[in-house]
């Protein structure tokens, strides 16, 4: 599971762990933990942002998740709360780490990447989500 023991703390330093893909790990921007993990359980819902084309959330989406098509995002940046937890979610996890860490830039604290997308979801989370 991404964040799960398995990654070693010389994963992380290192920048690259076994749950991500073509990673570069910096504090704040890590892999995301399912919502209902332990350290996560206490904290407010965060918001579920999903920068795929319309196309693809028609297909299969996390339930919550708020469609904000990547291209879009810096026109419509003002909607986004840079004080909540979110957590970007596309197809297989690079335009969401991409679009991650351009909100870093933009002044966002607490970002997190779903490791391996809604493809990842669907495999190891929820199998009966639809795979594309």
């Known amino acids: 599971m991404p964040g799960s023991a398995s990654d070693s703390s ?16 910096r504090r704040g921007w890590q892999p995301a933990r399912a919502p209902d993990h332990p ?6 819902r965060p918001i579920l942002l999903d ?9 299969c989406h996390l339930a919550d998740s708020f469609l904000l098509p990547m291209q879009t995002v810096p026109a419509r940046l003002a909607e986004l709360d840079a004080d909540a937890d979110i957590v970007v979610i596309c197809h297989h996890g690079v335009r969401s780490r991409q679009l991650g860490s351009f909100l870093e830039n933009q002044g966002f604290r607490s970002v ?15 199998p009966t ?3 594309y």
């Open 10 to 25: 010389s994963d992380r330093e290192s920048g690259s762990c076994s749950n991500c893909r073509r990673s570069s790990w």
């Open 39 to 44: 350290e996560t359980a206490a904290r407010p």
């Open 51 to 59: 920068v795929r084309e319309p196309w693809e959330y028609a297909l």
């Open 112 to 126: 997190y990447n779903l490791a391996g997308g809604v493809d990842a979801w669907a495999r190891e989370v929820d």
């Open 129 to 131: 989500m639809r795979k």
